[in-house]
């Protein structure tokens, strides 16, 4: 189901519904997956490992999750910097609270 969610994904990139349902399967394949990895690991890991291999599988999943995350960022930003122009002109900064209060003089 995973690979089946890539292959859509590659070939959904006419239009925005095609893409969604593209990425439910995808979530799909995905959950289902990760659902089914704590039983497939204990069944194959014995007694004294189980702890560890559970810990690693957890450790894998959150960097996994973290790694696609950041590329799916990063090819957003790519594809947005490519589709839009380049300002002009420099934002200005923000001016501190004390550089713009009117000085009180003292008496």
Do not use: C, H, K, Q
Not at 28 to 51: D, H, K, N, Q, Y
């Amino acid at each position: 189901m995973v690979g089946g969610g890539f292959a859509l994904i590659a070939a959904a990139w006419s239009g925005l519904a095609e893409l969604f349902a593209a990425m439910g399967v995808l979530g799909f394949g995905v959950g289902g997956l990760s659902a089914a990895m704590p039983g497939v690991i204990l069944a194959v890991t014995p007694r004294s490992e189980t702890s560890s291999a559970m810990s690693f599988n957890y450790v894998v999943r959150s960097v996994g999750y973290s790694l696609g995350s950041d590329i799916g960022g990063l090819v957003l930003a790519a594809a947005t910097a490519l589709a839009t122009s380049p300002t002009t002109t420099a934002p200005t900064p923000p001016r501190r609270w004390s550089a713009s209060a009117p000085r009180r003089s003292r008496r």
